[in-house]
């Protein structure tokens, strides 16, 4: 059986080398585009998130709102106070965020790998921007289908979360295993340099599977918008759009074949390929249920006004000259970090 998975990972790989032979010019444009998303809207929507994030937990100040959100879910969720902050931050931050967070209260000790994995699968959700700006107003015409789609999204989040913790002790408290609540300044560097790596593993994340998009275009023609809405949520977002919002919802929850490959990327093998797909098609099929349901409370006509023209960025006024200043200023960073690790100093000394 093994031989037999070798096999095919060695035939689709091959296949994929084969295609970027013969396609140069779709691999090279779908690349391209995969940067042109990179520049314009994952890093200026992502990276200052991703930032704030670990400075909150890195700094201890995560801890000042750890007994207020922890009393409202930590019973709910079965999960300690600081992890529920986490779960908080990733509703209103992007896919591959909340990931980083988990990844890295594990690395802290404040959670064990059982409640990693249980937090990795609904802890990993798209932003309010995302589905109210660029869903709802974007291709639907409609913050408040925008604000539907978000409120259902949340909701099954939550739902998956009280599922899996029902049968769930409540946390004992954990001995740490290094001591997290660093200063200001240290807190605040480490998260850049922390923030610039996983920048760095989901950009090239999303350039590949956008290169993947582009050939299976190449190859099959209009009808691979089904296809590779599977593998990118805002393009298929875009493409499925005319299908109507239940099914709009399900991709959301679902997220795609990208966002979950750049979740096990930020988390480092805390949940298993099998499991983070399944985590994430029951968020979908809990998506399309509760969206169909909730319908009916939308008190407007609500149609996709664009099935092609919308654009990913509508809703972050950013350029790609700012993403570019936001990286050279995370490298001169992670250049400054380096160097004070290996026990040099930038200071002068009197």
Not at 15 to 36: E, N, Q, V, W, Y
Not at 111 to 118: K, Q, S, V
Request: hydrophobic fraction near 50%; charge should be positive.
């Amino acid at each position: 059986m093994k031989k037999v998975s070798l096999f095919a990972v060695f035939a689709a790989a091959a296949a994929f080398i084969t295609a970027i032979i013969l396609m140069p010019d779709a691999a090279s444009g779908g690349a391209a585009k995969g940067l042109t998303i990179c520049g314009e809207v994952i890093i200026p929507s992502l990276f200052p998130l991703t930032v704030m994030a670990g400075f909150l937990l890195l700094s201890g100040a995560a801890d000042a709102l750890s007994p207020l959100i922890g009393h409202m879910f930590g019973r709910l969720l079965r999960l300690p106070d600081k992890a529920c902050v986490c779960i908080i931050l990733s509703f209103i931050s992007g896919y591959p965020v909340g990931g980083t967070m988990v990844r890295r209260l594990y690395d802290s000790g404040d959670i064990g790998r059982d409640a990693a994995e249980r937090m990795l699968a609904y802890s990993v959700n798209a932003g309010p921007a995302m589905i109210i700006l660029v869903v709802g107003k974007g291709l639907f015409g409609s913050t408040r289908a925008g604000a539907l789609l978000y409120a259902v999204h949340i909701a099954a989040s939550l739902i998956i979360g009280a599922a899996l913790a029902l049968f769930e002790p409540m946390p004992a408290a954990r001995t740490r295993r290094q001591n997290v609540n660093i200063g200001m300044a240290d807190a605040f560097v480490t998260s850049v340099c922390d923030a610039c790596t996983a920048m760095l593993n989901i950009c090239g994340t999303v350039v590949l599977f956008s290169c993947i998009s582009a050939i299976a275009t190449e190859l099959i023609g209009s009808r691979a918008c089904y296809f590779t809405a599977a593998l990118e949520v805002t393009n298929g977002c875009i493409a499925l759009a005319p299908l109507g919002m239940p099914i709009v919802s399900a991709l959301l929850g679902f997220g795609g074949l990208s966002v979950i490959c750049q979740v096990l990327t930020v988390t480092r093998g805390l949940i298993s390929l099998p499991r983070m797909l399944i985590c994430r098609i029951c968020h979908g099929a809990l998506s399309f249920l509760l969206c169909s349901a909730a319908m009916p409370l939308l008190r407007e006509s609500v149609l996709a006004v664009s099935t092609g023209t919308a654009t990913s960025s509508y809703a972050w006024s950013f350029s790609p000259q700012a993403s570019c200043a936001m990286m050279l200023f995370g490298g001169v960073t992670l250049f400054y970090c380096t160097f004070r690790r290996k026990g040099f100093t930038l200071r002068s000394e009197i």
